[in-house]
Antibody
Framework: QVQLVQSGAEMKQPGSSVRVSCKTS????????FSWVRQAPGQGLEWMGR????????YYAQKFQGRVKFTADRSTSTVYMEMTTLKSDDTAVYYC??????????WGQGTRVTVSS | SNVLTQPPSVSVDPGQTAKIACGGN??????VYWYQQKLGQAPVLVVY???DRPPGIPERFSGSKSGNTATLTIRGVEVGDEADYFC???????????FGGGTKLTVL
């Protein structure tokens, strides 16, 4: 049973960057496609993009192009999401999730990122 | 991109049947996925490919689709089913994931 464990909560200043990690335990890391989804406080789910580590391909939602970068470390079965030039409306819980057909399952526990001066 | 529309809230009594709709132009042509998100927790997939249940999801949860509207049905609703429910499709035109706005299920 594959599990995704994410890094802890972050408090950031506007204009700074954040990196969130998502470590896989169980299963075959190189066979997975990972998506990143965020949820602003009291809001719905927003798909940010996906990474396919085995072919080192990344795809980004247009809204996040140029400001978000996904990377993968096969040696630790971990994927990362880095977001730059943070703004207050980037305050959200960020989730990683595995592709399940064209859906997402399982999900990581989420990482709360707070952007505030 | 297309939009998935869900009612903001649905209320039912325990033991009754809850139906949550998800409408959109691409619902009829794409597989629909449903997620349950309890307060403070990560989403959990409860229906995939319109009608199938992942392992461990009770048979009380079922999905259906007619035209451009998908429906999540929860039979014999329990207090523990109180949660936000989101629909989702993979939009093949843009190769992006799209979520509905979510429906808050209240068990009276």
């Amino acid at each position: 049973q594959v599990q995704l464990v994410q890094s802890g909560a972050e408090m950031k200043q506007p204009g700074s960057s954040v990196r969130v990690s998502c470590k896989t335990s169980g299963g075959s890391f190189t066979s997975y496609t990972f998506s990143w989804v965020r949820q602003a406080p009291g809001q719905g789910l927003e798909w940010m993009g996906r990474i396919i580590p085995v072919i080192n391909k990344m795809y980004y939602a247009q809204k996040f192009q140029g400001r978000v970068k996904f990377t993968a470390d096969r040696s630790t079965s971990t994927v990362y999401m880095e977001m730059t030039t943070l703004k207050s409306d980037d305050t959200a819980v960020y989730y990683c999730a595995l592709a399940y057909n064209m859906g997402f399952s399982p999900w990581g526990q989420g990482t709360r990122v707070t952007v505030s001066s | 991109s297309n939009v998935l529309t869900q009612p903001p809230s649905v209320s039912v009594d325990p033991g009754q049947t809850a139906k949550i709709a998800c409408g959109g132009n691409n619902v009829g042509s794409e597989d629909v996925y449903w997620y349950q998100q309890k307060l403070g927790q990560a989403p959990v997939l409860v229906v995939y490919d319109d009608t199938d249940r992942p392992p461990g999801i009770p048979e009380r949860f079922s999905g259906s689709k007619s035209g451009n509207t998908a429906t999540l049905t929860i039979r014999g609703v329990e207090v523990g089913d109180e949660a936000d429910y989101f629909c989702q499709v993979w939009e093949s035109q843009t190769d992006h994931g799209i979520f509905g706005g979510g429906t808050k299920l209240t068990v009276l």
